[in-house]
Nanobody, 135 residues
């Protein structure tokens, strides 16, 4: 399954942005869709931002809880991450990922090797979309 993110860009503090993730094929009953982010230009790990499952389960990192909303339009094979009240600390490259609905659970962090996050627990990983928040 291939996934392609879009919607990144530059936004002012307090503003909003909606990221999209389109999957070449996606069965919401068998798979979950999630979002990770990695601070730009660094060797930092990828942090799990949010995910949504077919069991109506959603997860948000504490740092985005109450500000970001994850959703899926199954008919369009597209997932969304609505970002509101963005902060400078939200500046990062955001990656869409797909994981089986079966265990193990979503890793909260993916180790970075040479700037690339290791995604062995995931079925699909996108090329990322850059979000820059300016004051």
């Amino acid at each position: 399954v291939q996934v392609v993110e879009s919607g990144g860009g530059t936004v002012q503090v307090g503003g909003s942005l909606r990221l999209s993730c389109t999957a070449s094929e996606f069965n919401f009953g068998d798979s979950d869709m999630g979002w990770y982010r990695q601070v730009s230009g660094g060797e930092s790990d990828c942090e799990l931002v949010s995910y949504i499952s077919s069991r109506s389960t959603s997860y948000y990192a504490d740092s985005v809880k109450g500000r970001f909303t994850v959703s899926i339009d199954n008919a369009k094979n597209t997932g969304y991450l609505q970002m509101s009240s963005v902060q400078v600390e939200d500046t990062a490259k955001y990656y869409c990922a797909i994981k089986s609905a079966l265990p193990p659970p979503w890793p909260e962090r993916l180790q970075s090797r040479g700037g690339t996050c290791l995604t062995r627990h995931l079925e699909s990983w996108g090329q990322g979309t850059l979000v820059t928040v300016v004051s």
